[in-house]
């Protein structure tokens, strides 16, 4: 007797009730405990973008598609996890010298020193005489909001002269920058200078600059922007396409701003009233607003980024001895804090703070503040044990 | 007796069954399917063939055909992302055989992935059979190494997808132009087998990929491998299967060689560097409750370029294990010998074992899955199958891992 036609059709449908039901299958997690992610709202050709831009940032490159011969790491993903902080495991060195007339060592393959090779080749050793500093990689989350902020309204952050007295004197880093920087709206020149704001060092002008540089400097991929092989020091057929590099920048524009998690909370708002009592918010900017943008969820919006974008001079203890652009050794741009609470989904598990990654919690990336921050640094010391948690509980909520 | 008399003792007797066994060999089989037959035999052991035979007669150059498809549906979302319900053609491997002379068989497989999208020769060799403990092998061959590898179509297993140990670590169905040798004998209740083989081997694809790690599998991209070495240098699979009646089969293979071009054009470019992968595999039916288990572990080598760690790891491992539980044998409507199956696959890989040199914290990119099953098998060669895979991966740095769960309703069948 042949199954019938009921009994089949039962199990037909059971078969598919089963496999439909979402209890199955494992939830999204909460949207503000991802750093990845569009703003909301994008239009149709700006998410197509995205997605394309997405999927260039994950691309694993081969040495058929391009990859070195030296490179430090093959994805711009393996160091900028989930686009969150990056781990001591893909730490890179830069070199150079101590004063900002230029980094001599472009032609013994600096700025950045690549310690992968290709099977067959010799990665770099770092030149004698030079100094260097290691970087871990920053979240690329909120960028197109950072990238977006007026010239002016940096220059009115800024305090270069302390006119205020309050130990803090921000500056914007004027640089020079690419023939190929398209300048923003209302950009402010200085003797053939821009202000630049990507980067630990606030080196790189705009997110096209970075990213052209990390195709080259970090994973040995040449482009139009960035011909030069970091191997031959010749110029080369580009290996990445000035679209996808555009995608890419397209990607991190829109990226969305990190979501702060339970910010209606007494401990949290507790919190960051002592992150302003004791000054932390004269440097981490707690409010930035964008200046004009193309992308209409950019153009003109508040956004919470915890940061002035001005180099401060943070003293001995995180002065490494190497300049970037007329940084000096000692300067740093001041790191968003937004997302600081997600750092650890993306670096394993642990907090590896500051441009190096040596604070290994949020207590200590404090405590090693030191010139500029040490006013700061002192004020968190005398809080009460509960006041500090307070304040970590705040630092964590973003 | 001492015991190196005793060990003579043995050996003789071992020289004496294997000439018996030789003289008892019938000429005209190599292989048939029974309580000594083991993995290595499964190529034997398709149904197409097994057909051919009882069709009788005088086989000679009779030229058989078979095959099996698999097709399924899939729905599954990973961290509550789905991409929606997809119906998957997934394989569609042609069997063909000819008897070519007394004791001289040719078998292929070729197989169609993905609607033709892939087309491979996973199997085209000649087997010219001298006794059943020596026998020669030539052609297109799949280094026998695990048990998967040997015994790989689909309607064999309740499972939808292939064991990740087979897929992600080891290469799958990964076949290579070569030759060697392989037989079995006997003794009680015991039965010995073994292959080795010599053959083209991996390429520099297992360290520079797109998969970002050391991949095994990636070599399989190489088309080339059925006409040139890599490198030059041969890669030797070889293993040892084990089957006690009733006990069960133990196979030990290892697989080892040099992978990199070293000498590109007779440029030295690097220094040879080698790969090993070494695989213990289990079958075993507990006859009292006719629960079958199978399941194999591997721990795979590499020499990898000290510049080139450690994102592409020196080691990995990697293991499955299935148990498959007939539930019911009966007339189910058309079927008078229907059986339903429950089964439960546990698939293990860590593809980059070891610690960071710069934190001392543990390295991840692993994947742990569970797969539960039901089964449906009108007869021993068509199997409907309902899975449900869940899944955790890790990436590199052990950030939190991705879910995914899938599941997936299929057939596969032999024709």
């Not at chain 1, 993306?346 to 207590?363: K, M, N, P, V």
């Not at chain 2, 190489?222 to 299967?241: A, C, V």
């Amino acid at each position: 007797m042949p199954l019938s036609l009921r009994t089949s059709l039962a199990l037909l449908t059971l078969a598919a009730t089963v496999m439909a039901c979402s209890k199955t299958l494992p939830p999204a997690p909460e949207e503000n405990s991802l750093l990845d992610g569009p703003i909301e709202g994008l239009s149709a050709a700006d998410q197509a973008r995205f997605l394309r831009g997405d999927e260039a940032f994950g691309e694993i490159f081969t040495s058929t598609s391009g990859l070195g011969p030296l490179f430090v790491a093959a994805q711009c993903a393996s160091c900028h996890p989930g686009d969150g902080k990056g781990s001591p495991f893909v730490r890179f060195t830069r070199f150079g010298q101590a004063d900002t007339t230029g980094n001599t060592y472009l032609a013994q393959g600096g700025p950045q020193l690549q310690h992968k090779a290709l099977p067959g080749y010799s990665p770099e050793v770092l030149p004698a005489g030079a100094t260097s500093t290691d970087l871990i990689a920053p979240a690329v989350t909120g960028l197109g909001y950072l990238d977006a902020v007026s010239d002016a309204d940096l220059i009115a952050l800024a305090d270069p002269q302390d006119l205020d007295g309050d130990g803090i004197s921000g500056r914007p880093h004027f640089n020079r920058i690419p023939d190929y920087a398209q300048l923003r709206p209302e950009s402010v020149e200085l003797n053939g200078m821009y202000i630049c704001r990507i980067g630990k060092k606030g080196a790189a002008y705009d997110l096209l600059h970075q990213t052209a540089e990390a195709y080259n400097q970090d994973m040995g991929v040449t482009s139009i922007f960035s011909p030069i092989d970091p191997l031959s020091g010749l110029e080369q057929d580009p290996e990445v396409t000035m679209q996808t590099i555009n995608d890419v920048v397209g990607y991190l524009k829109t990226l969305k701003a990190p979501i702060q998690r339970n910010p209606e909370k007494a401990e949290v708002i507790a919190g960051g009233e002592i992150f302003g009592e004791i000054g932390c918010d004269g440097c981490h900017t707690p409010v930035l607003q964008t200046g004009s943008s193309p992308i209409v969820q950019l153009d003109h919006v508040e956004f919470y980024p915890y940061s002035d974008l001005l180099l401060h001079d943070m003293g001995p203890g995180l002065d490494d001895g190497y300049t970037e652009g007329y940084a000096t050794t000692a300067e740093w741009r001041t790191p968003p804090l937004w997302g600081l609470g997600l750092s650890r989904d993306a670096q394993g598990g642990s907090y590896f703070l500051l441009h190096d990654g040596r604070a290994l919690s949020i207590e200590q990336a404090i405590e090693m503040h030191e010139g500029e921050g040490q006013q700061s640094a002192d004020a968190f010391e005398a809080l009460s044990g509960a006041d500090q948690d307070l304040l970590i509980e705040f630092l964590e909520s973003l | 007796m001492s015991s190196s008399a005793s060990k003579r003792r043995n050996l003789l007797a071992v020289c004496a069954t294997l000439l018996t066994g030789s003289l008892l060999a019938q000429s005209s089989s190599t292989h048939s399917a029974d309580s000594t037959s083991l993995n290595m035999d499964a190529v034997y052991e398709r149904p197409f063939l097994q057909n051919a035979e009882a069709g009788g007669g005088n086989n000679q150059r009779k030229l058989a055909l078979g095959g099996y498809l698999e097709m399924n549906a899939t729905y599954g979302a990973e961290d509550g992302l789905t991409e929606g319900l997809s119906l998957q053609a997934r394989r569609l491997t042609l069997f063909s055989s000819a008897r070519l002379a007394r004791n001289i068989t040719f078998l292929s497989e070729i197989e169609f992935e993905d609607g033709g999208h892939e087309i491979n020769i996973e199997f085209a060799a000649v087997d010219v059979a001298l006794n059943p403990a020596f026998n020669i092998r030539a052609g297109v061959i799949l280094n026998p190494i695990g048990t998967f590898n040997q015994n790989h179509d689909g309607p064999n297993w309740e499972f939808i997808e292939r064991p990740d140990v087979s897929v992600n670590l080891l290469p799958a169905t990964w076949s290579n132009a070569g030759v060697g040798v392989f037989g079995k004998f006997h003794k009680g209740k015991v039965t010995w087998g073994y292959e080795a083989y010599l053959t083209n081997g991996f390429d520099d694809r297992i360290i520079d990929n797109v998969h970002g790690r050391t991949f095994l599998p990636a070599s399989k991209e190489n088309d080339e491998r059925f006409e040139q070495s890599s490198n030059g240098r041969p890669l030797f699979t070889g293993k040892l299967s084990m089957r006690h009646h009733p006990w069960g089969e133990i196979g030990l293979s290892y697989m080892g060689g040099i992978y990199n071009n070293y000498t590109p054009d007779g440029l030295a470019l690097d220094v040879p560097r080698r790969v090993h992968v070494a695989a213990v595999d289990l079958q075993k039916t507990i006859r009292k409750t006719g629960t079958t288990l199978v399941g194999e572990a591997v721990i795979i080598l590499v020499d990898v370029p000290e510049t080139y760690t450690q994102q592409y790891g020196s080691k990995q491992r990697g293991a499955f294990l299935d148990v498959v539980q007939p539930v019911v044998e009966r007339e189910i409507g058309a079927w008078p010998h229907a059986v339903v199956l429950v089964a439960a696959r546990i698939d293990w890989v860590d593809w980059n074992v070891g610690t960071f040199n710069e934190t001392g914290e543990d390295i991840g990119d692993g994947l742990w899955a569970i797969t539960p099953a039901v089964s449906l098998r009108p007869t021993a060669q068509t199997v409907f199958r309902l899975n449900y895979r869940y899944q955790w991966q890790t990436d590199i740095l052990n950030n939190p891992a991705a879910l995914t769960a899938t599941w997936m309703l299929g057939l596969s069948t032999y024709f």
